[in-house]
T-cell receptor, first 115, second 114 residues
Framework: QQQVKQSPQSLIVQKGGISIINCAYE??????FPWYQQFPGKGPALLIA?????SEKKEGRFTISFNKSAKQFSLHIMDSQPGDSATYFC??????????????FGKGTLLTVNP | KAGVTQTPRYLIKTRGQQVTLSCSPI?????VSWYQQTPGQGLQFLFE???????NKGNFPGRFSGRQFSNSRSEMNVSTLELGDSALYLC?????????????FGPGTRLTVT
């Protein structure tokens, strides 16, 4: 059972454009939603995270939008740059629940930003 | 502050052999988690160690095991390797146990089983 569904699998955006990656979850006990960025040959790096008490969190060009009722959250990358080309993973965890020790990841989105 | 380090970075083993991977967490971090990353299954949780004790385990067969030392360094072992064990094995460290909050990943060990 895939608890976190991520789309699209791949995304091509022009430099300066907006990249949008979507995730949907099933487990209503999830209450911590991080996004990770992974470059080839590297491990995933924590990019930004949100908790359900807010609907949006912004850090620089990266914004998470969160819709609790729809059980969806998304990552927006404004003014996308070629250096943003990487694989992005959404994840979820139950900070207050029985599976609070692990992250459940989406399958990842390969983002390519063309110059 | 140095990040999470993993050794070796690449490993080629033959089916039936066993392998040991090593992880050194960020200084001061006492919790170490291991994940398996494959193209088909994505990132999947293997186990978590804190204070030399395995606190949590994912849905993997008993061939996958690990341990943690008093300096928080961790090793994972895979016995009787199968072709399907080929993957990137990632170690993540965090300050506290039982929380996936702010896990920092190492570069991984790429294991190829032939």
């Amino acid at each position: 059972q895939q608890q976190v569904k991520q789309s699209p699998q791949s995304l091509i955006v022009q430099k300066g454009g907006i990249s949008i990656i979507n995730c949907a979850y099933e487990n209503t006990a999830f209450d911590y939603f991080p996004w990770y960025q992974q470059f080839p040959g590297k491990g995933p790096a924590l990019l930004i995270a949100i908790r359900p008490d807010v609907s949006e969190k912004k850090e620089g060009r990266f914004t998470i939008s969160f819709n609790k009722s729809a059980k969806q959250f998304s990552l927006h990358i404004m003014d996308s740059q070629p250096g943003d080309s990487a694989t992005y993973f959404c994840a979820a965890s139950e900070e207050g629940g029985g599976s609070n020790y692990k992250l459940t990841f989406g399958k990842g989105t390969l983002l390519t930003v063309n110059p | 502050k140095a990040g999470v380090t993993q050794t070796p970075r690449y490993l080629i083993k033959t089916r039936g052999q066993q392998v040991t991977l090593s992880c050194s967490p960020i200084s001061g971090h006492r919790s170490v988690s291991w994940y398996q990353q494959t193209p088909g299954q994505g990132l999947q949780f293997l186990f978590e160690y804190f204070s030399e004790t395995q606190r949590n385990k994912g849905n993997f067969p008993g061939r996958f095991s690990g341990r943690q030392f008093s300096n928080s360094r961790s090793e994972m072992n895979v016995s009787t390797l199968e072709l399907g064990d080929s993957a990137l094995y990632l170690c993540a460290s965090s300050l506290v146990a039982d929380l996936a909050y702010e896990q920092y990943f190492g570069p991984g060990t790429r294991l190829t089983v032939t």
